[in-house]
């Protein structure tokens, strides 16, 4: 089977498999559910893993800053695990960084192994900090996260992703633009 499978761009015609296969493991909280609407917004980031004219696994290589991407949305068809395919899509997303110049990907997983396999180093979770408050401030498992994050170089220099001052002033009016939809949508 790995010499058939073709790990390639994802389609929008691919987007109901990824997004089936991503919410089968979000069902059994494994990872995060996307919907189909969110998978096609953000289509150029997804791979496709295609077999025989299926879809049976996909990932995604987001950006976070100018030295950081994240491998995002990783899941591989419950008939096809355990062949290598989660570690090909992985490769290729980090080949596709290297391409786009990002010094650095990470990753926040349950199975921290995997990503160790890879060449990837477990790090504190706030040591990829554009992630942090970008995003996982937002998640209704931000207190009580149980994902490890995890981090590769793709070059020799260290990155210091530390937040600068302008993006903590992003994250307060993040907030405060939060907070006001919170308020208008309470009734009365």
């Known amino acids: 089977m790995d010499e058939e499978v073709t790990i390639r761009a994802a389609r929008a015609a691919d987007v109901p498999a990824m997004a089936a296969i991503i919410n089968h493991y979000a069902a059994q909280n494994l990872m995060l559910p996307r919907s189909e609407a969110v998978i096609l917004r953000v289509l150029d980031d997804f791979v496709a893993a295609e077999w025989d004219g299926r879809v049976i696994g996909c990932g995604a290589l987001a950006r976070l800053s100018p030295e950081l991407a994240e491998v995002r949305s990783l899941a591989v068809s419950p008939d096809y695990k355990g062949k290598g395919l989660g570690r090909r899509i992985v490769l290729h997303l980090m080949e596709r960084a290297r391409a786009r110049g990002y010094p650095q990907v990470c990753a926040l997983t349950l199975v921290p192994d995997f990503f160790a396999g890879l060449g990837f180093q ?3 979770r706030w040591a990829i900090s554009p992630k942090i408050w970008q995003e996982c401030v937002f998640c209704p498992k ?9 981090v590769y170089n793709l070059t020799e220099q260290p990155v210091d992703l530390s937040m ?6 992003g994250l307060v009016a993040a907030f405060a633009r939060r907070e006001a939809l919170r308020g208008a949508q309470r009734p009365e």
């Open 142 to 150: 931000f207190h009580h996260c149980d994902e490890v994050a995890v």
């Open 122 to 124: 477990a790090v504190d």
């Open 164 to 169: 600068p001052s302008a993006a903590w002033e």
